[in-house]
């Protein structure tokens, strides 16, 4: 039953950065492990981060591991993903979903609710 709602994306050129934004409501967020999925065009949907529910638990994809930092402030029931250092390759619609735990997440199962997403475009 929980509702998110993503925020942040934009233009952006090769090599700057963007912060996204998922607000839950309406639900346990504070229980649930949250995670960024991107779709490319052309593409599958894929995850990039995900993290647990009390934040102390992440995982990156290899291809953003080192640009990218998912977050989350609780008191907020926001998650963030700040992504530094873009490539044109990261031009994605990104989603954010909830599910019960990071592994579920990470395994691409579950039933958890997924945000209406937010387009990031990168220029070269």
């Known amino acids: 039953q929980v509702q998110l709602v993503e925020s942040g994306g934009g233009l952006v050129q090769a090599g700057g950065s963007l912060r996204l934004s998922c607000v839950a409501s309406?639900?346990?967020?504070?229980?649930?492990?949250m995670g960024w999925f991107r779709q490319a065009p052309g593409k599958e949907r894929e995850l990039v981060a995900c993290i647990s529910s009390s934040g102390g638990i992440r995982y990156y994809v290899d291809s953003v591991k080192s640009r990218f930092t998912i977050s989350r402030d609780n008191a907020k029931n926001t998650v963030y993903l700040q992504m530094n250092s873009l490539k044109p390759e990261d031009t994605a619609v990104y989603y954010c979903?909830?599910?019960?735990?990071?592994?579920?997440?990470?395994?691409?199962?579950?039933?958890?609710?997924w945000g209406q997403g937010t387009q990031v475009i990168v220029s070269s």
């Open positions: 979903r909830a599910d019960n735990s990071i592994a579920t997440i990470r395994g691409g199962g579950g039933s958890g609710p």
């Open positions: 309406g639900g346990a967020y504070g229980y649930y492990a």
